[in-house]
């Protein structure tokens, strides 16, 4: 059977207004409504998740957040929780994100922070999409190991029937953003997809095949079909590209052409 692509896009802090943020959504789900071989999956800010949800009409084109915090509820100002999210009909939630991860301008969110939030996205019945990379690569590796580490940490304790419930999105940080150093290749994807299936079949044998694996970074519509081609991955995370319907329609059209 052929399995769908999943183009998900983390909106970040875009757009400013919930009015442009709901033409936007409108926009995109207008394309993403007619394919069929791809799930699109929107991110916006999380006040706009409730009134993005009431924009959804069928399955190809829905919403998801960028982030949660790990209790059902408590003591936390200015945070929601995972379990709030899924209240108002978000089915999937970005997970260690390297800007939340970040130490300078970000939230120092550690690999034990990452995966208490793992563990209560699949109690609240979420999709999880987990993102892992390296700041930079080195020649001897090392990267290859901190990605390891990152996956086995921020999966320990998740059962096996809850691994369909996870995505992995590889998103090497030097390529991310309107800073990055340079575009990851669709070859450098494909070594970390093979790095990442390897990992999840150490951790749970044959149960882990079907996780899918995305890549991140700099996706736009031109290079978007060489990775989905190249790189072994099962979609893509797309930022910047996200917010622009006609960019991220033509992301998702060509995602729906590739076999
Ligand atoms: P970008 O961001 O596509 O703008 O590089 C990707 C991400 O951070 O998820």
Redesign the pocket.
Known sequence: MKTKKLIIG?W?MYPASLKDAKAKFTAIKKTAGKLANVQTVICPPLVYVSELKKLVTGHRCVVGAQNAWFETEGAFTGEVSIAMLASVGAQYVIVG???RRATVNGCGESDELINKKVLAGVKAGMTIVL?VGERERDPDGVYLKFITEQIKEALHGVQKKDLKKIVI?Y?PIW????N?IHPASPDDALEVSILIKRTLADMHGKDATGIPILY????DAKNAWEFLLKSQVNGL??????LDPKVFGEILKSADQIK
């Open positions: 983390n970040k994100h390297s800007e993102c999105a998103e390529a991310i953003g309107k990055a991140g970074g700099s996706v995370l797309v930022g910047r590209a996200s």
